[in-house]
């Protein structure tokens, strides 16, 4: 039976979707030496991985079908994207000149067959990763049924990876560091509803350590956290961040009034989390190589990086739903032509 939609947490993945596209953006104009790079990336991925926990049922299916069903769900639209970047990479070379696969070297393709996040297709580790946390929080939700055991057991394995990828930058296969990141707010959000956990009467004490946490990590001129990488400058710092911040937008979101447009984004979020990848890069091409290159070492580089996430996220939510359409009219065809 089809999970009924709840409102506030398609806004929630409205929102995170938006900080996702805005991030990006932010990062390719800007950098990453910026106090707003550093406040999206403080909560949007805790907060997407937070929802898929809070979404989850509890473990009544056997392991194998629960992953086939998961694996159905995100690892079509992963291989789709991949098949499109491939494409889009073809004809930027062809089209462009630009030297993609001529210049990819050993290392990419090595990165590539192992699934690390130095990858051809290192973007959307989101969908394998996630695939690959739901599954190992649903064998630790059949393992360990006390919350508190596994919410302790969960924290010092997403704590202790980003502690190790201090010291240890080397690209690990299957994004198995982002694996285990991802494991403390699968819980988090699975155990929040699973306990109706009051959070409205912690709002104070997650305020408190959220401006606390995020400004000495300001000041200290910390890395930001960073679920691609798995990795952070100040690891319990940033947990705290993250944890905080996202509690915060949830609450937020329960007492806002419902947005259409953040329902909108929400309900397509994996498909405008794909596209988005392609189109800010015709983005960058075709509106800022060319028509405002001249620009982009002026002082309205902040203005700039916006501009481009606010259209890249458009045209993304556009193909979204081009796509979701043509696949909509396809399967009713092929219905009538059994």
């Excluded at 789709?80 to 004809?91: D, N, P, Q, R, Y």
């Excluded at 983005?283 to 902040?302: D, F, G, T, Y």
Aim: proline residues 4%; positive net charge; aromatic residues 12%.
């Amino acid at each position: 039976m089809k999970q009924k939609r709840i409102e506030w947490v398609d806004c929630c993945k409205g929102l995170a979707i938006a900080l996702v596209v805005l991030g990006h953006s932010l990062q390719e104009y800007m950098g990453e030496n910026n106090i707003a790079y550093f406040l999206i990336y403080s909560v949007h991925m805790p907060l997407f991985i937070f929802l898929s926990g809070y979404v989850t049922r509890k473990p009544t299916k056997p392991f194998a079908v629960f992953a086939s069903d998961k694996g159905k769900r995100l690892l079509p639209p992963y291989i789709l994207f991949c098949v499109l970047i491939t494409v889009a990479h073809f004809l930027q070379d062809v089209l462009l000149h630009s030297r993609y696969f001529a210049d990819m070297g050993k290392a990419t393709v090595i990165n590539t067959l192992l699934f690390t996040y130095k990858s051809m297709f290192a973007n959307l580790w989101y969908l394998p990763t996630l695939f690959v946390a739901t599954c190992m929080h649903n064998l630790l939700l059949k393992r360990i049924p006390n919350f508190r055991e596994r919410m302790v057991l969960a924290f010092v394995i997403s704590f202790s990876v980003l502690v190790l990828r201090k010291w240890c930058k080397l690209p690990i296969p299957f994004h198995i560091d982002a694996v285990m990141l991802s494991i403390f707010f699968l819980e988090l959000g699975y155990s929040c509803k699973e306990n109706m956990w009051e959070i409205e009467k912690k709002v104070p004490i997650l305020l408190l350590g959220y401006v606390v946490s995020t400004t000495a990590q300001i000041a200290l001129q910390s890395k930001a956290l960073n679920f691609y990488r798995a990795e952070a400058g100040f690891p319990l710092m940033a947990l705290v961040s993250a944890v905080s911040g996202t509690l915060l937008i949830v609450t937020a979101m329960k007492h806002l009034s419902a947005s259409r447009l953040l329902r909108t984004l929400g309900c397509n979020s994996l498909y405008i989390y794909g596209f988005h990848f392609i189109v800010q890069n015709i983005v960058q091409v075709a509106v800022v190589r060319m028509l405002l290159s001249n620009l982009k070492e002026n002082a309205i580089k902040p203005v700039l990086a916006v501009a481009c996430g606010v259209l890249t996220l458009a045209l993304a939510c556009a193909a979204a739903a081009a796509y979701q359409y043509l696949s909509s009219f396809m399967r009713k065809q092929f219905a009538k032509g059994e």
